[in-house]
């Protein structure tokens, strides 16, 4: 691996000082390619043990098309952690890239009945309380207006020993909503008790009767933020947002029009115990593909998922196209709302959606498409077995669509096969190159891609060629690098593939055996994020 430590000489020597996104820093050059021979061993670093295991089962993680890292950490590998969110998924990035890629047909559509909520939902009066003449006070039995103009009635009273001092309390009951209220002596004769469910958010909105010892609570704070938001979008025509709620006809439930009623029901409504911990969870009733704000139609979602929702937005899921999370659910029993997550598409940045607005449509329908399913790996194999010396054996990991739907844009973006006298080689092409703890994960595992390709390809290992763009080193890596120079390479160890694996799906971590391999002690450094 002298070519590697060449490289490290090169930037330290050469290269030039930048800042970056991390905002660590780095020492760099642009464009540098190395090339190993398969034949004369496995490239794997020497000069600093790699942590192999990882290696291995992050390229089978990558071949099985999956983004959610609970495989990875089901077998000890944690190296993707620091980019997962709340549900280990990191989007869509290498796997599905390379697995599972979809074309909409055009040409085979359904115009479908979208799912919409039916109101079943009233506010419950309560009826008026008899009012029983009372001689030890005379107030019971009084009618007195509010300052809103509201009228209540004095219906009984208590005497209650608070602080040591005992206080008058009134039982009213308000004539307009039957609404039932208590309240000290004082404040009930000066007209102060406000009704609590006597429309004043917005026209629409009423407080209800949530116990006092929450009020307090910074759940409640938030809680009472989004429900004012809520209402504003769907019922205040002077608000920005209004045009794509409430000029859309979005609406909020009868029952959520009640704020005790929404604070009640918020823990009942998914990804609760999220929003709970974290500010970055909204609530959405987009994901439902509906038009009104209820318990059954909302769901709390990141904030990065939450924004490439957008009304009436396609989700795919078995190369279908769906309005709704809720209408994939209904069609494919079983289905968790976390996988749901994956069928996400970003509408605004793929021009095939033009199709959808070209159809002419009610407001309770909507199109569902055919997808079909492009295997990017499957398919290359089968071209280099077909026609071997094809110069389209291609992989690219570069979506420009779906690059806002990866945690992290792909570093190492495309490679490519080519097959002379009989030997595989690739060539792949990495934007972005981490020299001390990336690059020589990188050379192993496109090295033993490249074995595994050939060898269910009926070829043998030719060469793995490795081109950067931005190489760079980590300020904060200098030191473990001029460690590593320091140190003498070793001889390349030899990695051996069970012979009788010919699918390249059936790879498991078992066929796989590493022998000769000794290298120097392992260098810690931090991962910049």
């Known amino acids: 691996m002298v070519q590697y430590l060449t490289l490290l000489q090169d930037i330290l020597g050469k290269g030039v000082t930048r800042i970056d996104r991390t905002g660590t820093g780095t020492m760099s050059i642009f464009g540098h390619q190395m090339r190993f021979d398969l034949s004369k061993g496995f490239p794997l670093l020497t000069t600093k043990k790699l ?15 999956d983004t959610n890292v609970k495989y990875l950490n089901d077998n000890c590998v944690s190296i993707w952690d620091a980019w997962k969110d709340e549900n280990n998924n990191l989007g869509c990035i290498y796997g599905h890239q390379w697995r599972n890629l979809y074309s909409i047909d055009t040409n085979e559509c359904e115009i479908v009945k979208k799912f919409n909520f039916i109101e079943t939902y009233t506010e419950p009066c309560q009826p008026l309380l008899t009012v029983l003449p009372c001689v030890e006070d005379a107030n019971v039995g009084k009618v007195i207006q509010n300052n809103e103009g509201l009228e209540y009635v004095v219906v009984d009273y208590e005497n209650k020993h608070i602080n040591g001092r005992n206080r008058k309390y009134y039982t009213v009951q308000f004539l307009k909503t039957h609404s039932v209220k208590s309240a000290r002596y004082d404040v009930v004769m000066s007209g102060a008790v406000k009704d609590d469910f006597y429309p004043s958010v ?20 938030r809680a009472q933020k989004i429900w004012g938001s809520i209402l504003q979008r769907c019922y205040d025509k002077n608000f920005k947002e209004y045009k794509n709620y409430g000029g859309r006809g979005v609406k909020v439930c009868n029952r959520w029009k ?18 709970i911990n974290d500010d970055s969870y909204e609530i959405d009733k987009d994901f439902f593909g509906s038009d009104v704000y209820c318990k059954e139609t909302c769901i709390f979602l990141p904030k990065r998922i939450n924004a490439r929702l957008v009304h009436a937005r396609p989700l795919l899921y078995n190369d279908k196209l769906y309005l709704s999370a809720k209408d994939i659910a209904d069609n494919n029993e079983g289905l ?8 996400l598409l970003h509408p605004r940045t793929n021009s095939k959606y ?24 499957a398919n290359v194999i089968e071209q280099i077995k077909k026609d071997p010396y094809s110069r389209r054996h291609i992989v690219s990991a570069w979506n420009v669509t779906q690059i806002e739907g990866m945690a992290l844009p792909p570093c190492h973006c495309m490679f490519q096969f080519y097959v002379a006298n009989g030997k595989l080689s690739c060539q792949l092409y990495q934007r972005s190159a981490d020299v001390f703890l990336g690059v020589p994960f990188n050379i192993a595992s496109y090295a033993l891609l490249t074995m595994m390709m050939a060898q269910v ?25 001029m460690t590593q120079l320091r140190r003498v ?14 699918d390249i799906d059936n790879f498991r971590y078992e066929d796989f055996e590493l022998t000769g391999y000794d290298p120097h002690p392992h260098i810690k450094a931090e991962v910049s994020v």
């Open 51 to 65: 942590y192999v295991k990882g290696i291995i089962y992050e390229l089978l993680w990558f071949l099985k098309g």
């Open 202 to 221: 917005y026209g629409v909105g009423y407080m209800g009767n949530t116990p006092a010892q929450y009020k307090s609570t910074p759940m409640y704070r």
């Open 258 to 275: 009640n704020f005790s009623n929404f604070f009640n029901d918020l823990s009942t409504i998914r990804g609760f115990q999220y929003w």
């Open 336 to 343: 968790q709302q976390d996988q749901i997550n994956h069928c």
């Open 354 to 377: 033009s199709a959808i607005k070209q159809l002419t449509l009610n407001e309770d329908e909507f199109v569902r498409y055919k997808f079909r399913r492009f295997d990017q790996i």
């Open 457 to 481: 390809c009926g070829l043998e290992p030719g060469e793995f060629v490795h081109t950067t763009g931005d190489t760079h080193l980590y300020l904060n890596h200098v030191e473990q690098a």
């Open 489 to 502: 390479p070793r001889d390349l160890p030899i990695m051996k593939i069970n012979p009788s694996v010919k």
